[in-house]
């Protein structure tokens, strides 16, 4: 008999970790840091993790699930929970956001961790320019897509989804109640929509789907955007702006991106990219990629401000009082850090109205509208759907012979051969 049981993402978008058992076997879907944790205010106004503590410190403050025999035993300090490895846990990260990555630096190093092989180069090329996990430094074990992981009484395979992110992938995992399908997170408006509909229709009839809910609480108002739009606005906008374009593009969005160098490009203009994503991008293997400061200094922005793009990061905003912004120039939000939600989006907000430049949003969601949502399972038609990552799960209504099963976070196993 096999169940399933749900450490994260109940509730709140993020912190993906679902956990799956039978036969004292266990199989880990990803495995990421709540972005909303529990007790978040004992860590604010310059209170912090401490870094050699930090497992601890997010294990006593419940901001890491108390699972046994998943943690490294130096990282435990004493916390009364079992570490090390039981040589019965494997773990499938979906794809490379700090929300479904965060804590696999704390995972003990025998307990083998899988991903896409994009994945895996991403997280290296990520911490290679500095952007690390907590704890350890892990690169995922590469499975192609369509080859079987066979892990104890389980048999896990790996789709390409599409999400805002390359390589994000959505898992078979087969047991013995049948399959357990999870999207991880996934949309249709990308680039790639026949990648998450394949995945959909190739888990048809699944156990039981559990599938990403972000959107929902948003309401079903929003139409998404496509990324060809998103190609266009940036376009447009380069073409309409005389002056010294500023942009914050979404970083780990590589596919973006690609498009937006050679959208650049063939508008005349270069953009000058801050140092950890020049590191990154070089490391990727793109080219033609400046960085502030060492390629590309104020005076040569000064004296040629139409013939670049400057991606903006809330430190950066003090050099723009020595360049030429104003009602000639614009910013253009891609997706890129602060987001809406961020304490820092307000501060952003008061620059570019102290500066008097205009600013558009240009972006889209990295997941699917409520009614692609519905959709999917419509595609997949499982007997059971665990909606997660989501504020308000319930706004989606499964079609008829589908059960939707709300989750609980902490531990409650759910049965799948529950009624069968």
């Known amino acids: ?51 050699e503590y930090a497992l601890y410190d997010r294990l006593r403050t419940g901001q890491a699930p108390p699972l046994p025999h998943i943690y490294r035993e130096d990282a435990m300090h004493g916390f009364p929970l079992p570490a090390g490895s039981d040589q019965h846990t494997a773990v499938f990260i979906s794809h490379a956001h700090i ?20 994945t895996a180069r991403l997280m290296d090329a990520l911490a290679h320019a500095g952007e690390t996990l907590e704890g350890y430094s892990r690169t995922p074990i590469p499975v192609e897509e369509q080859h079987p992981v066979t892990f104890g009484p389980f048999r896990i395979t790996r789709y390409p989804v599409d999400h805002n992110v390359i390589g994000a992938s959505g ?13 991880g997170d996934i949309r249709l408006h990308g680039r790639h929509p026949e990648l998450s509909e394949s995945f959909a229709r190739a888990v048809h009839g699944a156990r039981a789907l559990v599938i990403e809910g972000t959107t929902l609480s948003a309401g079903f108002r929003e139409a998404p955007r496509f990324e060809s739009t998103v190609d266009k606005l940036f376009a447009d906008a380069l073409r309409d702006t005389p002056g010294l374009v500023l942009m914050s593009l979404y970083h780990r969005d590589l596919e973006r991106v690609e498009s937006f160098l050679n959208i650049a490009k063939k508008a005349g203009r270069k953009i000058i990219w801050p140092e950890n994503m020049a590191t990154l991008f ?20 000064r004296g040629n401000p139409s013939n670049f793009i400057l991606q903006v990061t809330p430190e950066f905003l003090p050099w723009l009082l020595d360049l030429p912004v104003g009602p000639g120039s614009c910013f253009l939000h891609a997706n890129g850090p602060p987001g809406a939600r961020n304490h820092r989006w307000d501060v952003l907000q008061e620059w570019l109205k102290f500066l008097h430049v205009p600013s558009w949003s240009i972006g889209n969601r990295g997941h699917a509208s409520p009614d692609d949502l519905n959709q999917l399972v419509e595609w997949v038609q499982p007997d059971i759907l665990f909606p997660l990552h989501s504020q308000e799960p319930d706004r989606i209504i499964p079609p008829p012979g589908t059960a939707r099963w709300l989750p609980q976070r ?10 069968k």
């Open 282 to 301: 070089k490391t990727w293997g793109f080219h033609d990629i400046l960085e502030f400061g060492s390629d590309v200094d104020v005076a040569t922005i």
């Open 99 to 118: 929300d479904h990555i965060g804590l696999i630096g704390w995972i003990d190093p025998a307990i083998p961790i899988y991903s896409s092989p994009e």
């Open 410 to 419: 902490g531990g409650r196993r759910y049965s799948l051969d529950f009624a």
């Open 171 to 183: 898992y078979a995992v087969e047991t013995e109640d049948g399959v357990v399908a999870f999207t």
């Open 1 to 51: 008999m096999a169940d399933i049981s749900f450490w994260g993402g109940v509730g709140v978008i993020g912190a993906s970790r679902i956990l799956i058992e039978q036969d004292g076997w266990r199989v880990l879907l990803d495995f990421g840091i709540d972005l909303t944790p529990p007790n978040a205010e004992l860590f604010q106004h310059g209170v912090a993790l401490r870094p």
